[in-house]
């Protein structure tokens, strides 16, 4: 299963490999969430449904509530930071914040 499933390679990293695979994971979700706001190509998706997905799976995976709080206020900082720069696109992007 562990070959076949990214998603059990990941939880059982975190598990048995601790605070060094967490923060591997971090800097993976910080980058998927960034992606949905600030692509390095392309124009933004704004798949918000995404982001918030990612906080998810990182909450599950690792029940570190302080990162937890982090990549949610880093979600909030692309949205606000994106809205300066674009200006505001839609209301249920205010509402999801």
Do not use: H, W
Not at 13 to 40: C, H, L, V, Y
Request: net charge negative; with cysteine.
């Amino acid at each position: 299963m562990y070959k076949v499933n990214n998603d059990i390679q990941q939880f059982l990293s975190n598990k048995f490999m601790g605070e060094e695979a967490i923060d591997a994971f971090f800097e993976k979700t910080k980058q998927r969430i960034n992606e949905e706001f600030f692509p390095n190509r392309g124009d933004a998706k704004l798949r918000l449904s995404e982001a918030k997905k990612a906080i998810t799976e990182f909450q599950k995976m690792t029940s570190n509530e302080v990162k937890t709080t982090d990549l949610m206020l880093y979600y909030v900082e692309l949205g606000t930071e994106f809205t300066s720069a674009y200006g505001d696109i839609d209301a249920p992007f205010i509402t999801a914040c």
